[in-house]
C-alpha cells in the first residue's frame, strides 16, 4: 500500500490550495481516508476525513474553508483549502484504513496506512 501526498507550497493568507492523495495498493472507495497535519513542536492533528460512504468530517478549525473529495476513478484523494490562515501552515499528511469507527475517526493512532506528508506554508 502506498499513498502519495501532494500538492502542497506556499500560499498567501486567503489564498488557495488544492492537496491530492494518490492510492495504490488498495481501493480508496473501500477505505475511510483521512487528512492530518502535524506543525512544528505540535502534535498531529486531525483535519478531515472521508469514510466509505462518502461522509465527510471536518475539524472545527478548518469546517467551512476545506473540503475533502474522492475520485475514484483516479483512486485519489483531494483536499481543496480555501481562505487559508497563518494556522494552517503544518506538514499534511494522508492516511486510510479500513476500520475506522465513528469514535475513533479523529484519532492519528487508529489508521494503518500513511502517506509521506507535504508541506503546506501560509504567509500572513
Known amino acids: 500500500v502506498q499513498l502519495q501526498a501532494s500538492g502542497g507550497g506556499l500560499a498567501q493568507a486567503g489564498g488557495s490550495l488544492r492537496l491530492s492523495c494518490a492510492a495504490s495498493?488498495?481501493?480508496?472507495?473501500?477505505?475511510?481516508m483521512a487528512w492530518f497535519r502535524q506543525a512544528p513542536g505540535k502534535e498531529r492533528e486531525f483535519v478531515a476525513a472521508?469514510?466509505?460512504?462518502?461522509?465527510?468530517y471536518y475539524s472545527d478549525s478548518v469546517k467551512g474553508r476545506f473540503t475533502c473529495s474522492r475520485d475514484n476513478a483516479k483512486n485519489t484523494v483531494y483536499l481543496q483549502m480555501n481562505s487559508l490562515k497563518p494556522e494552517d501552515t503544518a506538514v499534511y499528511y494522508c492516511?486510510?484504513?479500513?476500520?475506522?469507527?465513528?469514535?475513533?475517526?479523529?484519532?492519528?493512532?487508529?489508521?494503518?496506512?500513511w502517506g509521506q506528508g507535504t508541506q503546506v506554508t501560509v504567509s500572513s
Open positions: 492516511a486510510a484504513d479500513r476500520g475506522i469507527i465513528l469514535t475513533t475517526l479523529r484519532d492519528a493512532r487508529a489508521y494503518d496506512y
Open positions: 495498493g488498495l481501493t480508496a472507495r473501500a477505505y475511510h
Open positions: 472521508i469514510r466509505h460512504t462518502g461522509q465527510t
